[in-house]
């Protein structure tokens, strides 16, 4: 299967930072990616899908001013916390896919981003 | 709106048993598709099998199959021959526009 990479896996930083996450499809190219937040022992919340050059559409209730989405390439999506507080610790996880009108195509995941915020 | 319900929190099974997790799922769409992930203690989410919800005839994938009732909405994961490989969160989900996802069952293997 096609192989989605995050980085970095973990990262540790203090209250009122700012933490960029990147989300690589590795051997394809991919037209949207999804990011997801994952709390623990709890399923998949699904933040943000975005597509490759326009504008990330956000689920109700994430802050899109401070889940910042960029998805520039069809190979690079970052996702950015802006000042970042500790309720914003989670596990965060991308996935990727390719997109045909009408067509399910199989969504990547990469292996996920734990923050930690201090 | 589509929902996703897995009733089971936690299952367990012997090793080189048979386990089935109960999934069941709402919506008005005749066209969809249903999955089931795994996800090991390494966090990486993996597709386990896949349905489409035209097709009658229930997906396999080796000692994973699955039990579509689609008149009930029902999705059911059977792992044959269990192994301690197996021992993950298994999350049910379906998709027409987007992924929507069940809360996971965590199944632990006996050895």
């Known amino acids: 299967g096609a192989v989605v990479s995050q980085h970095p896996s973990r990262v540790i930083c203090k209250s009122g930072t700012s933490v960029k996450i990147e989300c690589r499809s590795l051997?394809?190219?991919?037209?949207?990616m999804f990011w997801y937040r994952q709390f623990p022992k709890q399923s998949l919340m699904l933040m943000a899908t975005s597509n490759e050059g326009s504008k990330a559409t956000y689920e109700q209730g994430v802050e899109k001013d401070k889940f910042l989405i960029n998805h520039a390439s069809l190979t690079l999506s970052t996702l950015t916390v802006t000042s970042a507080h500790p309720e914003d610790s989670s596990f965060y996880i991308c996935?990727?896919?390719?997109?045909?009108?009408?067509?399910?195509?199989?969504?990547?995941f990469g292996p996920g981003t734990r923050l930690t915020v201090l | 709106a589509q929902t996703v319900t897995q009733s089971q929190p936690e299952m367990s099974v012997q090793e080189a048993e048979t386990v089935t997790l109960s999934c069941t799922y709402d919506?008005?769409?005749?066209?969809?598709?249903l999955f089931w992930y795994k996800q090991p203690p390494s966090r990486q989410m993996i597709l386990v099998i896949r349905q489409e919800a035209y097709k009658q005839q229930n997906a396999t994938e080796n000692r994973f199959s699955v039990n579509f009732q689609k008149a009930a909405k029902s999705f059911s994961l059977k792992i044959s021959d269990s192994q301690l490989g197996d021992a993950a969160m298994y999350f049910c989900?379906?998709?027409?526009?987007?992924?929507?996802w069940g809360a996971g069952t965590k199944l632990i293997i006996k050895p």
């Open positions: 051997d394809f190219q991919a037209t949207t």
């Open positions: 996935s990727a896919t390719t997109t045909s009108e009408g067509v399910y195509n199989e969504q990547f």
């Open positions: 989900a379906y998709f027409n526009y987007q992924l929507i």
């Open positions: 919506t008005s769409e005749s066209d969809y598709y």
